[in-house]
């Protein structure tokens, strides 16, 4: 990690009708780091997913990639600009093959059906799914699904990964599968990531600072030892459990 800012979100609103589900938020991104966003359900993370990847365009505040503004812009834009994602609920396309499925991501940069296989061939092997490149989508397992997710978002050439609860249904071994493959993609194809995750250990061990959000509201920031043991979030989310458990 350095100092370059690589994502800047300053004073980023969306309301739906009368709920702010995300509130005046302002992080910002470093190269190379890997930066946890925690908090309960319906606290806006998602939505700040969708703000940054274009989905849905912030009510007011303004998101910028590098110096760039790119608030508001459509999603195959910021795509291309260089902010991959995934989605909560994974979603490939059953009947197409792994390969094909990642070959979608790449479409994301070149017309060439070519040098989109030749992309993906190299996502796949970085992810290690090379020997299933062939299988249908649909008879893969939970976690191999998980990594063609993120191989699909690692195919548009991202400088910044947004996966969102990548680790949710996953048995513990499997979820330390998949941190290992998220730690690589930091460390050897120098992406960085912003990363919603409700498993505190995989927080814990992959983040190097936390921001959690409440009702959207960012309620703390700061690094994983310092987050998890704030009042506000221990009330908010973590509950007393996990306050004793940690003491
Ligand atoms: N498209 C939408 N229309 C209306 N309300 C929405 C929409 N998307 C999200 N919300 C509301 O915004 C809040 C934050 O939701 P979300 O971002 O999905 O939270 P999280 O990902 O932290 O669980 C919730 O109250 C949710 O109901
Ligand atoms: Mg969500």
Known sequence: MNNNIVLKLDQVSKHYGGVAAVDDVSLQLHEGEILGLI????????????????????????????????????????????????????????????????????????????????????????????????DHANSLTIVDRKQLEIARALATKPRILLLDEVMAGLNPTESAQVSEMVKGIRDEMNISLLLIEHVMSVIMYLSDCVCVLDHGELIAQGCAEDVTTDERVIKSYLGEKYASRNK
């Open 39 to 134: 908090g309960p359900n319906g606290a806006g993370k998602t939505t700040l997913f969708n703000c940054i990847a274009g989905y849905t365009k912030p009510s007011s505040g303004e998101i910028y990639l590098g110096e760039k503004p790119i608030t508001g812009l459509k999603p195959h834009k910021i795509c291309k600009l260089g902010i991959g994602r995934t989605f909560q609920i994974v979603q490939p396309f059953g009947d197409l093959s792994v390969l094909e499925n990642v070959m979608i991501g790449a479409f994301c940069n070149t017309n060439s059906m070519a040098r989109a296989k030749e992309i993906s061939e190299e996502i796949l092997e970085l992810t290690k799914l090379s020997h299933k490149k062939n």
